[in-house]
């Protein structure tokens, strides 16, 4: 399962925006913020108490910081392939609740097999071209009866933009993503056991189209579409768009609607940890490229 069917992504240009959007990122990600906060409420129905805890994709790191109040006891590992993102995450340490910063792939996860008891990804996935090397790698990182815990995107989300587009040239504007049974299909696939699926969808509104235009920008979530259009769109193009994603004006707003996925699953059990002593983690400088550095 590589992402979705016939999708792209550009991951230099994945990098690179979410670089760019790191400082601006918290005051636009509304639904990012409302969707990390049900994916952690999401942990109060399971008994665990985690050593090692990996937050994928961990962005500002709201959610590592939550995750390390939650079990303060634990190592948190937050993972970001944004060293700009990783920077500002930095900031959500204090001496009482620090956490580790590693700039990482997570289609190659730099850690020791069955060393971490939970993963924990918010919106990430999405952003994930092979994801049947993701949750390989979240499968072979768990330790044994360890927990995965993500959220990601399903296939309506954007659907007024992408249709406004698609009137507009008919070219990949918005990016596209995975449905939720062949993301059931992928956690079965990697080994990882148990797994349950659900769907809720959110609608953010805006006075024209413009505003959902700057708010994507500003947390990075550009077209990264490997087959995306290059330059600068025309201003005909922009208008027809602006026209055709009128159609859905109620109410005197425009809708963005949001479909995602919320997924666990649990690692099999009764494979003892290797390659883990004494609640360390081990990092293959060759998978990650380097450290992320203080600032």
Same mark, same amino acid.
């Given at each position: 399962?590589?992402?979705?069917?016939?999708?792209?992504?550009?991951?230099?240009?994945?990098?690179?925006s979410?670089?760019?959007?790191?400082r601006?990122?918290? *005051?636009?990600?509304?639904l990012?913020?409302?969707?990390?906060?049900?994916?952690?409420a999401?942990?109060?129905y399971?008994?665990l108490?985690p050593?090692t805890?990996?937050?994928?994709?961990?962005?500002?790191?709201?959610?590592?910081?939550?995750?390390?109040?939650?079990?303060?006891?634990?190592?948190?590992?937050?993972l970001?392939?944004?060293?700009?993102?990783?920077?500002?995450?930095?900031?959500?340490?204090?001496?009482?609740?620090?956490f580790?910063?590693?700039?990482?792939?997570a289609?190659?996860?730099p850690l020791?097999?069955?060393?971490v008891?939970?993963?924990?990804?918010s919106?990430t996935?999405?952003?994930?071209p092979?994801?049947?090397?993701?949750?390989a790698?979240f499968r072979?990182?768990?330790?044994?009866?360890?927990?995965?815990?993500?959220?990601?995107?399903?296939?309506?989300?954007?659907?007024?933009?992408r249709?406004?587009?698609?009137?507009?040239? *008919?070219l990949?504007?918005?990016n596209?993503?995975?449905?939720?049974?062949?993301?059931?299909?992928?956690l079965?696939?990697? *080994?990882?056991?148990?797994?349950?699926?659900?769907?809720?969808?959110?609608?953010?509104?805006?006075?024209d189209?413009?505003?959902l235009?700057r708010d994507?920008?500003?947390?990075?979530?550009h077209?990264?579409?490997a087959g995306?259009?290059r330059?600068m769109? *025309?201003?005909?193009?922009?208008?027809a768009?602006?026209s055709?994603?009128?159609?859905?004006?109620?109410d005197?707003?425009?809708?963005?609607t949001?479909e995602?996925?919320?997924?666990?699953a649990?690692?099999?059990?009764? &494979?003892?940890?290797?390659?883990?002593r004494?609640? &360390?983690?081990?990092?293959d400088?060759?998978a990650?490229?380097?450290?992320?550095?203080?600032?």
């Amino acid at each position: 399962m590589n992402g979705a069917a016939g999708f792209d992504l550009d991951l230099a240009a994945v990098r690179r925006s979410f670089d760019r959007a790191a400082r601006s990122y918290d *005051g636009s990600a509304v639904l990012q913020s409302r969707v990390r906060e049900e994916l952690l409420a999401r942990l109060d129905y399971v008994t665990l108490e985690p050593a090692t805890i990996l937050d994928v994709g961990c962005g500002t790191g709201h959610a590592t910081r939550a995750l390390k109040d939650r079990y303060p006891r634990a190592r948190v590992i937050a993972l970001d392939v944004s060293e700009g993102m990783l920077a500002m995450a930095r900031r959500r340490q204090s001496w009482r609740r620090r956490f580790d910063r590693v700039c990482g792939d997570a289609m190659r996860l730099p850690l020791a097999t069955g060393s971490v008891d939970l993963v924990f990804s918010s919106l990430t996935l999405q952003w994930c071209p092979d994801l049947d090397a993701v949750f390989a790698g979240f499968r072979q990182v768990l330790a044994p009866r360890g927990l995965v815990n993500f959220a990601t995107f399903g296939p309506d989300t954007l659907t007024e933009l992408r249709t406004a587009w698609a009137q507009a040239d *008919g070219l990949p504007h918005v990016n596209q993503f995975t449905d939720m049974h062949d993301l059931g299909d992928g956690l079965v696939r990697a *080994g990882l056991a148990e797994p349950v699926l659900d769907v809720e969808r959110y609608t953010l509104t805006y006075p024209d189209v413009y505003g959902l235009m700057r708010d994507l920008k500003a947390i990075g979530a550009h077209n990264v579409n490997a087959g995306r259009p290059r330059g600068m769109t *025309g201003r005909g193009r922009l208008r027809a768009m602006e026209s055709a994603y009128e159609r859905y004006r109620q109410d005197g707003s425009l809708p963005a609607t949001y479909e995602v996925v919320f997924g666990q699953a649990w690692g099999p059990a009764g &494979e003892g940890r290797r390659g883990r002593r004494g609640g &360390e983690f081990t990092l293959d400088p060759a998978a990650i490229g380097r450290r992320s550095r203080e600032a």
